[in-house]
């Protein structure tokens, strides 16, 4: 059992990650009373959500979306709707602008950022703190400080970047 990292009294019911602005990757195990009190959803919210939206959809069948129909499987959008699932693979270019306000909503965003291994992680940070001393080397190189650029390259230099300047 993990107590909430937040309170240190209740047994933690989800884990909360977040990378910083230097890439570093940073877990909080948090109770549900703390998760609550700072707004984090939990999976059943989540879902709920997703059912309102879902439901919500339905009730909003127009004439036009009869009309849009994916050339791939035949389904139209009406039909997706009263479904709330897609019939193929092209039903995402197809329906890509009704989609694209319906996915931001249910997950926040609509892009996949997805998951990955522990070296994933290490790599993506590897290349964050890279880009991060190429443009402090470039503000030393604009404003004149030839001492901290020079440290900057070399340090590019031990991560194994090519330094173009």
């Known amino acids: 059992m993990r107590r909430c990292d937040l309170c240190k009294q209740r047994e933690a019911m989800l884990t909360v990650s977040q990378l910083d602005k230097n890439g570093r990757m940073t877990e909080l195990a948090v109770c549900a009373e703390c998760a609550q009190k700072r707004g984090f959803v939990t999976a059943e919210k989540l879902k709920a ?8 959809m339905k009730d909003k069948v127009a004439e036009q979306d009869s009309q849009l129909v994916c050339p791939g ?20 270019t197809t329906f ?5 306000p319906l996915i931001r909503r249910i997950h926040g965003a609509v892009q996949h950022v997805g998951k990955s291994t522990k070296a994933g992680r290490k790599k993506a940070q590897e290349r964050l703190n890279i880009q991060r001393l190429r443009k402090d080397l470039e503000q030393a190189i604009v404003a ?22």
Do not use: P, T, W
Not at 49 to 56: G, K, M, R, S, Y
Not at 78 to 88: I, M, P, T, V, Y
Not at 144 to 165: C, F, T
């Open 49 to 56: 959500n997703i059912a309102e939206v879902l439901a919500e």
């Open 144 to 165: 004149e400080d030839y001492e901290r650029a020079a440290a900057l390259r070399d340090q590019l230099k031990r991560l194994g970047d090519a330094v173009d300047h």
């Open 96 to 100: 890509h602008d009704q989609l694209q």
């Open 73 to 92: 499987c035949g389904m139209s959008y009406a039909e997706f709707k009263r479904l709330g699932k897609l019939g193929c693979a092209e039903c995402y």
